[in-house]
């Protein structure tokens, strides 16, 4: 069982920046983040390696920077020129070679509103 820690999340206005961070209890191959929008399917967001090859969803691509710490075993996410439609929950993935294994935080929620 992989335990994850995630903090940040919050209120922002619109053009804002905000960011979130999610330590695992381990070392993770995969670790990154899934958001979830009211009365939506949950989407990926951003993910990285270990070797700190990143994927990015078109939606963020350009405003979203995912990064990681290995010797911490921390993912970061550094959300910028958010957007009314970037309000969901951000879910914290925890994953192995090839999907292994998969494990989600219990996500801090991300609020885009004037």
């Known amino acids: 069982q992989v335990q994850l820690v995630e903090s940040g999340g919050g209120l922002v206005q619109p053009g804002g920046s905000l960011r979130l961070s999610c330590a695992a209890s381990g070392s993770i191959y995969r670790m990154g983040w899934y958001r979830q929008a009211p009365g939506k399917q949950r989407e990926l967001v951003a993910t990285?390696?270990?070797?700190?090859?990143?994927n990015y969803a078109d939606s963020v691509k350009g405003r979203f920077t995912v990064s990681r710490d290995n010797a911490k075993n921390t993912v970061h996410l550094q959300m910028n020129s958010l957007k009314p439609e970037d309000t969901a929950i951000y879910y914290c993935?925890?994953?192995?070679?090839?999907?292994?294994?998969?494990?989600w935080g219990q996500g801090p929620p991300v609020t885009v509103s004037s």
């Open positions: 990285i390696t270990t070797g700190g090859s990143a």
């Open positions: 993935y925890a994953g192995g070679l090839l999907g292994s294994f998969n494990f």
